[in-house]
Nanobody
Framework: QVQLVESGGDSVQAGGSLRLSCVASGYRYMSKCMGWFRQAPGKEREAVAVINNRRGGYTDYADSVNGRFTISQNNVKNTVSLEMTSLKPEDTATYYC????????????????WGQGTQVTVSS
């Protein structure tokens, strides 16, 4: 079975930094896409950062985090990380790791596995 486990969430002050990690297991080959999403209570889940291996490792970031967050993957270790700097209270949310392990080819990510989430709280 496929399992994604996030870690690294914490409570920090505004301006601080965190590194989130996601360890993936239960599948044979590299994922088609890996992404980080977040959701605050009462708000919609939103994509934060994506690595699209369907497009040669193309990365994409939400406008709200571009320049502050960096996504990276280690295909040997089956991990994906999110380095977060200059954190703001608006970044407070549960952060989820997601994987596209679909069998079809094509350029568009289609996430079908999700982690349990890790909490990030940023105080002013």
């Amino acid at each position: 079975q496929v399992q994604l486990v996030e870690s690294g969430g914490d409570s920090v002050q505004a301006g601080g930094s965190l590194r989130l990690s996601c360890v993936a297991s239960g599948y044979r080959y590299m994922s088609k896409c890996m992404g980080w999403f977040r959701q605050a209570p009462g708000k919609e889940r939103e994509a934060v950062a994506v690595i699209n291996n369907r497009r040669g490792g193309y990365t994409d970031y939400a406008d709200s985090v571009n320049g502050r967050f960096t996504i990276s993957q280690n295909n040997v270790k089956n991990t994906v990380s999110l380095e977060m700097t200059s954190l703001k209270p608006e970044d407070t949310a549960t952060y989820y790791c997601a994987a596209d392990l679909q069998t079809q080819i094509g350029p568009t990510c289609d996430y079908n596995y999700w982690g349990q989430g890790t909490q990030v709280t940023v105080s002013s």
